[in-house]
């Protein structure tokens, strides 16, 4: 598990190669400005998707970020 610092530098890493220092600026300050609740959006955002949708986005996650072994197997 990541430090709450090890998680913000990497979501700002994410941000800054997705959209680029300006563009990652301006989504913070949309995220704050909105009182953003992102367990609203997820829901809505995979209440909204068919599972054929579903299934083809975990096949090619699973395909381009294939697991590693690194989390305990229970």
């Known amino acids: 598990m990541y430090s709450e610092a090890e998680i913000t530098a990497l979501g700002m890493d994410c941000l800054a190669e997705k959209l680029g220092v300006v563009n990652m600026e301006y989504f913070i300050k949309v995220i704050k400005r909105e009182n ?4 609203k959006w997820q829901r809505d955002y995979f209440d909204a998707k068919e599972e054929e949708e579903m299934r ?3 096949k090619d996650f ?3 970020h294939p697991y ?3 989390g305990k197997v229970l």
């Open 36 to 39: 953003f609740d992102y367990t």
């Open 56 to 58: 083809e986005e975990i």
């Open 62 to 64: 699973c395909k381009n």
């Open 68 to 70: 590693k072994g690194n």
